[in-house]
């Protein structure tokens, strides 16, 4: 759920439910005194993107009622809940004080809950501070690639690491599933902060905040995010947030730092499409597909229902030559590309652009060759035929 409004507008939910989410994660601390004004929106961005709810709760010493009451409004609303994540206010990694809590309270209300725990903070925490496993359906933590260091390239170094850190936490989870998320750009807090964190200095974006939310390296990152998270295995990840400079589209209001933030009201940001493009392949599987350069080039195959599509993404701030190589019977590829010429289209009109007809790409040898200009998002994939 977008931290910056509570409503989706009709276009914002159209757009939403082009991507064939997953789930919806809503965040319920249990501590702050208007956490029931949280669930009635979830509630209803639920029902109107037609996906379950992964919900959050904090937890706090003496919050039993609150955790009741949470539990008994939505199971009123008859929402259907994907799992419960189950967070401690004080604590890194939750003991399992807090699962031994969380799940009698809501199986009340939901007999068969899938509960996850572990951190709302980093792969590092869970590491350190490894979950008792017996009470949980799966240990989650969450991801983002901008502890350390903050350029470009070192982004990209961080993609193939986030299936590490899958692979690292199933070495000590005792066979459970694995969740993570939220994936973001930016860290959204502190976990090492020994007080609140200070405003926004005026003329700054938050901290949690990045410009290439809206751009096309933001795109190629999600790609290779989202490729290397599904190769993994896990029972669910949750990216970014629905609307605003940390979503998928700009409100309809626009940037509260256009100077900054330069997105278009109402626009999608270019990882829209990736995410739409996965979408159209929910229920189907991802193929391993190797690139020989990685760190500047990196991409997946998808397939369901006979359909296929290869997606790449150009890394790097120079243009490419590359050359893709072709599953035997994909005779007629076409290509359409995202790049620096067509951005402002694809944004302010993602329909039209998605509606773009795939230029013919004519393989040789099982290749074609492809140019990719700076940061360049791509899928090939067969041409349909009338």
């Known amino acids: 759920m977008s931290h910056e409004t509570s409503d989706l507008t009709d276009r914002e939910i159209q757009r939403s439910r082009q991507l064939k989410l997953g789930h919806l994660r809503v965040d319920i601390h249990l501590n702050d005194p208007d956490h029931q004004d949280v669930i ?41 809940i994907a799992e419960w994540l189950i967070f401690s206010e004080s604590e890194k990694v939750a003991h399992r004080k807090w699962v031994e809590m969380a799940r009698p309270a809501i199986a009340t209300h939901f007999p068969n809950a899938q509960i996850a725990s572990g951190t709302n903070a980093y792969f590092t925490e869970l590491n350190r ?61 502190n976990p090492n902060a020994t007080e609140p964190e200070s405003g926004t ?16 390296f933001g795109a190629g990152w999600t ?3 989202l490729k290397y998270i599904s190769q993994s295995a896990v029972r669910s990840g949750t990216w ?16 509260r730092s256009p100077e900054l933030f330069p997105s278009l ?5 270019p990882l829209y499409h990736v995410f739409a493009d996965f979408g159209e392949f929910t229920g189907g599987q991802i193929v391993p597909w190797q690139s020989t350069d990685p760190l500047r080039l990196d991409g997946c195959m998808l397939q369901a229902d006979g359909k296929r599509a290869i997606l790449l993404a150009n890394l790097t701030p120079d243009e490419q030559q590359i050359d893709v190589p072709l599953p035997d019977d994909m005779t007629q590829p076409g290509i359409r590309i ?32 492809v140019t990719l ?12 035929q009338n």
């Open 201 to 216: 200095e005026s003329g700054d974006l938050p901290s949690s905040v990045d410009p290439r939310q809206l751009s096309l």
């Open 129 to 189: 501070a490894r979950p008792d496993t017996d009470l949980l359906d799966a240990v989650c933590y969450s991801f983002n690639p901008q502890v350390h260091a903050f350029d470009d390239h070192s982004l990209v170094e961080t993609l193939e690491a986030q299936s590490w850190t899958v692979e690292s936490a199933r070495q000590f989870s005792d066979g459970r599933e694995i969740i993570v998320g939220p994936i973001t750009l930016r860290p959204r807090f």
């Open 240 to 255: 970014f947030e629905t609307i605003g400079w940390k979503g998928v589209m700009e409100t309809e209001s626009g940037s």
């Open 40 to 80: 009635d929106p979830a509630i209803g961005q639920s029902r109107a993107l037609d996906v379950p709810l992964q919900v959050a709760l904090f937890l706090e010493a003496g919050c039993e009622q609150k955790l009741a009451d949470a539990a008994a409004k939505l199971a009123g609303a008859e929402v259907d």
């Open 373 to 384: 200009k700076p940061f360049a998002y791509a899928r090939i994939s067969e041409i349909p």
């Open 338 to 369: 995202l790049d620096e010429t067509n951005a402002e289209l694809a944004s302010s009109d993602p329909d039209a652009f998605r509606a773009t007809t795939m230029t013919a790409v004519e393989p040789a040898g099982g290749r074609v060759s």
């Open 265 to 269: 009201p109402g626009a999608v940001f």
């Open 223 to 225: 790609l290779g995010s």
